[in-house]
């Protein structure tokens, strides 16, 4: 088997909190390949998102190591990992994150713009195009609904072309039918690009469409429940 895309060895994470140091997570060790698609599933406060977060480099483990793409995530600057995140990295959050000053197109383009590519703007039609938003570049989020702000912060995270995607509860504040679509976007999508895909979900029946189902419980991945 290859060398895997994501790879963490004992990776834990502790917070200071206002009754001292809390243990999010604690010797965390999983690898992620090529192409995957993972679940992260368990109870609220489990460590789920915050899993995802140091899959991303968007929170530093506190002990342990964390590699993407065969590079230390525990040892980058934050410029580095800013770039790995670019050019690498699409992460897909539960409240879309959209710049409300501008429009879909725009926020779309910006990340390809910031990353230096000269067809920005081509590339951020081509992904709205691809999720069905074609006719709406030109509208801000507040003139868009729940589902069509995530589909383009989908578009977003795939314009790029990623090896990983990172979803965190992408259908979280969606009804049922718009989740869905919006799900199967995501899966369609990384299975296009290639994208080894990793999705915090609550859903059962969304985490049986991944290929693995990882659970967390108490910050530690219940190898009991792998092995059932």
């Known amino acids: 088997m290859s060398d895997p895309v994501l790879s963490l060895r004992q990776a834990s994470l502790s917070l200071d909190g206002n009754a001292g140091l809390v243990r999010i997570l604690e010797a965390i060790d999983l690898d992620v390949h090529r192409g995957e ?35 230390d995530l525990t040892a980058m600057g934050e410029d580095a990992l800013a770039r790995l995140r670019r050019d690498h990295i699409g992460v897909v959050f539960q409240s879309f994150h959209l710049i409300p000053t501008m429009t879909a197109l725009e926020n779309v383009a ?29 509208h801000y989020p507040s003139q868009l609904s729940g589902g069509e702000q995530q589909r383009v912060a989908l578009a977003r995270a795939v314009a790029p072309r990623p090896d990983i995607l990172l979803a965190d509860e992408p259908t979280g504040n969606l009804d049922s039918a718009t989740g869905a679509a919006i799900i199967e976007l995501l899966f369609g999508l990384a299975e296009r690009q290639g994208a080894t895909l990793v999705m915090v979900t609550h859903d059962p029946a969304l985490a049986d469409r991944c290929g693995r189902v990882v659970r967390l419980r108490d910050g530690r991945i219940d190898r009991a429940a792998e092995a059932a």
């Open 110 to 138: 910006t990340p390809l713009e910031l990353a230096g590519a000269g067809d920005a703007m081509d590339r951020a039609e081509a992904a709205l195009d691809t999720v069905g938003l074609a006719k709406r570049a030109g």
């Open 37 to 71: 698609t993972l679940g992260l599933v368990g109870p609220s406060g489990s460590g789920k998102s915050s899993l995802l977060m140091l899959m991303g480099g968007l929170e530093r483990a506190t002990g342990g190591t964390v590699k993407a793409l065969g590079q």
